[in-house]
């Protein structure tokens, strides 16, 4: 009942992961606690710090669980009773989020965008200056609509006023460029099955110092930040870290590194471009304005009198291939297509726009 | 920096994964959503009710975290404000699911026991017959002591009271006799990693029809008994489920199926009393009473004057093989030898216990 057949992945993700790392996942196990896995999750903490640029003095490892897990890692640990967020909502993520925000009690004012269209800082920032506010909270990169959110100027307003900023980087960490340095974010979170090209189950976290200063007794003891700083740094035991996840990570890490963060997002970009082209050859446009594109992850709107789900029933059974389907109020109104990690290629553009093609005729 | 040796895992867990269920990991990557995985997942959801012998109408799958993230996601949906529950605590993980409770809003009253000995069911009748209670939690198989709790005892007499029995079945299941239907469980949950023999990362849990019908509202998100039913059952996105966890679970049920449970059980408690006798030859025992004691996970008193941290040291360094060190009051006092999954087996007990006499002399 395994599959046999090969599958493009070129849906929101998981993308494509490399032979190396799939590779990696059959080195042989280790525990949780043996040295050799210590030592690589040692190193896990440095090269995640470098993906994030994230400010000398920030923890940063990776949540035992999915893309979720590492969002809700970092609300359980600066959300609760008595906090006031403020939370962007302009796709299926950012509502997630703010949702999120709610179930751990902090009180959360959302700032409602249309899907498809980068969020305007200034109605964030009139949200943050009604006050109070401790804690802005914005998807970078909107995974649902295809849309980059402008945290750089949201995260001003909230250092102004004495507010955390938290990014969900899900669908931006190693494809498109993300510095929380530069950017004065104080806590993000992300996935390894998107941009650094890994398989699911680990989630990316950095908390900087400033966050973790302000952290707040957190509810859930699997998302306790003490705890998992206590396995993590001091190597006290918590949870039984799975492995092979863990040298698939790695591995993904290290070709991260050996392309360069920066050759990565170029490439990124670059195929993002070349699909662009590639789709109005097609006749086909984007959902989001051109300035507010992500290079992950396109919304692909569906023309008029066509069924969308044959569509992507037929890549998927004729050309082993997988694009997404919207979400939410985009839910027949768009396909999504990654191009992300090591599946964006140039080649996969081919692929998939051909298979499109076909689809249609 | 990947790991190029192999290591015999003879500690509490993660158990050795077999040749097949190492190579399942390198199965062409599907998403969460595509048609193969789901297929697997059904499966896996009816594989995991024959392991945990579930009544008719039970919810089992399993959640995308490690056993510890199973514990709070049966917790999670069951505990909560205005819940009072007896909790039993004669080791590391009972005092682990007590504190969840808590975390989650119970009230919670503590039955403590000797580390070492199972609970007396009569303490804990007590406590739910003093009441309130509408829930009782207590640990099948105690991997900080080697101690089988007797859980058909208590649910009795909390199903006698209208409470439920939640049970920790993560060092049980897969190796220890376990029925939840005969036993009157209401709620369990596990882990990939130990008796079932695939890697960590995946937490298999079981709700039963009266536990489905008392749940709370979930605070988690990522825990939400709803959201992941959703997903489970409903197909519905909720998270990106680990495709490569998903084979190498589904392979390690799989080989639980060809050498059946009952096998399987058999194979174990063989296996423990080859490891007791030959621990007898070198004149160590075992921390709890003989009718106590777990197939699955043996503490291993050690003797006077003995440098435990060194024989592991040693075990590890010159033999390639990794045990277990004691936790909280049981440090420095006990080895953990767990044989279990595909670890269980004669030629591993002849290895463990020559190398104990090798590390002795």
Not at 88 to 103: C, E, H, I, T
Not at 256 to 271: I, P, Q, Y
Request: charged residues 20%.
């Amino acid at each position: 009942m395994l599959p046999t057949t090969d599958r493009l992945l070129l849906g929101p993700g998981p993308s494509p992961v490399s032979k190396r790392v799939l590779a990696s996942l059959t080195t042989p196990m280790r525990s949780h606690l043996d040295p050799d896995l210590l030592a690589m999750m040692d190193d896990m903490r440095e090269r995640l710090a470098r993906a994030f640029h994230a400010p000398e003095g920030s923890l940063c490892f990776a949540v035992s669980g999915t893309g979720s897990s590492g969002m809700e890692a970092v609300v359980a640990n600066l959300a609760g009773p008595g906090k006031h967020a403020v939370a962007v909502v302009n796709g299926y993520f950012g509502d997630r989020l703010a949702s999120m925000l709610s179930r751990y009690g902090a009180t959360v004012t959302r700032v409602d965008g249309e899907w498809g269209k980068a969020i305007d800082p200034a109605a964030v920032g009139r949200a943050i200056e009604a006050g109070p506010c401790d804690l802005v909270a914005v998807v970078h990169a909107e995974t649902s609509t295809g849309v980059r959110n402008p945290i750089e100027a949201i995260s001003r307003t909230a250092r102004a006023n004495d507010a955390l900023t938290i990014v969900d980087a899900v669908t931006s960490l190693g494809a498109m460029p993300l510095d929380l340095t530069a950017a004065g974010i104080d806590a993000a979170y992300s996935c390894s099955q998107k941009g650094l090209g890994a398989p699911s189950g680990l989630a990316p976290v950095a908390f900087t110092p400033r966050a973790i200063e302000r952290r707040v007794p957190c509810r859930s003891f699997y998302f306790d930040l003490g705890l998992l700083e206590d396995y993590w740094v001091r190597r006290k035991y918590h949870h039984t870290i799975s492995a092979p996840l863990i040298y698939a990570l790695h591995t993904a890490l290290t070709e991260v590194e050996e392309e360069g963060l920066k050759s990565r997002w170029h490439r990124h970009e670059a195929v993002h471009h070349g699909l662009v082209e590639a789709l109005e050859r097609l006749s086909l446009s984007l959902l989001p304005p051109d300035a507010d594109r992500l290079w992950s992850l396109n919304a692909v709107r569906v023309p008029d009198g066509t069924d969308e789900a044959a569509v992507r029933k037929h890549l998927l059974q004729r050309h082993n291939i997988e694009i997404g389907a919207g979400l939410g109020p985009l839910a027949g109104k768009i396909w999504r297509i990654g191009l992300m990690g090591s599946g964006a290629t140039i080649e996969n553009v081919v692929r998939v726009t051909q298979a499109l093609g076909d689809a249609r005729t």
